[in-house]
């Protein structure tokens, strides 16, 4: 128990660390940065290697610690709805692949795909609360654009590279896809 909590702490430091320094990899031209979301990937292998509970604090905390440190994202709106967001991803892809009947790679993209459209629809919630506050408006348009428009090489990428890694983990024996056991009363 005590071993696995230890593990789960310095696997989720370590994602922390790559969600503040990935975004240097595209940060010199911010369009891409946008586009190719760097931070959504390790806030996502976090939930699914250390469960829900890591992935939503690693999620919560990554964009909040990165606007504090570097700059960027600015801290309002964009990184407390960030938070939210990555947060969102974090915990639902990791709750709901760990609830999954088996963990495989059908279940791996259930989980991706629901926890996609989760995050997205709760950073633009965050946005509308956010923008509203000061009186701006968040609107449809504004939501499909940024949520989902720009986006599409981050989706692919995230659609592409989570599977194809999560398999190469369970094909090394470090995450193993499994069936969970059948309970006979």
Same mark, same amino acid.
């Given at each position: 128990? #005590?071993?696995?909590?230890?593990?789960?702490?310095?696997?989720? *430091?370590?994602?922390?660390?790559? *969600?503040?320094?990935?975004?240097?990899?595209t940060?010199?031209?911010?369009?891409?940065?946008?586009?190719?979301?760097?931070?959504?990937?390790?806030?996502?292998?976090?939930?699914l290697? $250390?469960?829900?509970?890591?992935?939503?604090?690693?999620?919560? %905390?990554?964009?909040?610690l990165?606007? &504090?440190?570097?700059?960027?994202?600015?801290?309002?709106?964009?990184?407390? +709805?960030?938070?939210?967001?990555? #947060?969102t991803?974090?915990f639902? %892809?990791?709750? &709901?692949?760990?609830?999954? !009947?088996?963990? $495989?790679? @059908? *279940? &791996?993209?259930?989980?991706?795909?629901? *926890?996609?459209? &989760?995050?997205?629809? @709760?950073?633009?919630?965050?946005?509308?609360?956010?923008?509203?506050?000061?009186?701006? =408006?968040?609107?449809?348009?504004?939501?499909? =654009?940024?949520?989902?428009?720009? +986006?599409?090489?981050?989706?692919?990428?995230?659609?592409?590279l989570?599977?194809? @890694?999560?398999?190469?983990?369970? !094909?090394?024996?470090? @995450?193993?896809? !499994?069936?969970?056991?059948?309970?006979?009363?």
């Amino acid at each position: 128990m #005590m071993n696995k909590t230890i593990r789960n702490i310095s696997l989720s *430091a370590m994602f922390l660390a790559l *969600a503040l320094i990935l975004p240097f990899f595209t940060g010199q031209m911010p369009e891409i940065g946008n586009m190719l979301l760097p931070m959504h990937l390790p806030v996502m292998f976090c939930g699914l290697i $250390c469960t829900h509970r890591y992935g939503a604090i690693v999620g919560f %905390i990554a964009p909040l610690l990165r606007s &504090l440190i570097f700059g960027m994202p600015l801290m309002y709106p964009a990184a407390i +709805a960030m938070a939210f967001e990555l #947060m969102t991803y974090g915990f639902a %892809i990791g709750y &709901l692949y760990e609830h999954s !009947k088996w963990q $495989c790679v @059908v *279940a &791996l993209y259930r989980s991706l795909i629901i *926890a996609m459209i &989760l995050g997205r629809l @709760v950073w633009g919630l965050a946005e509308v609360i956010l923008l509203g506050v000061r009186g701006n =408006s968040f609107g449809l348009s504004m939501f499909i =654009s940024g949520a989902f428009l720009e +986006a599409i090489p981050g989706i692919i990428l995230q659609l592409v590279l989570i599977p194809l @890694v999560m398999m190469a983990l369970n !094909k090394a024996g470090i @995450v193993t896809f !499994k069936k969970k056991e059948l309970i006979r009363s």
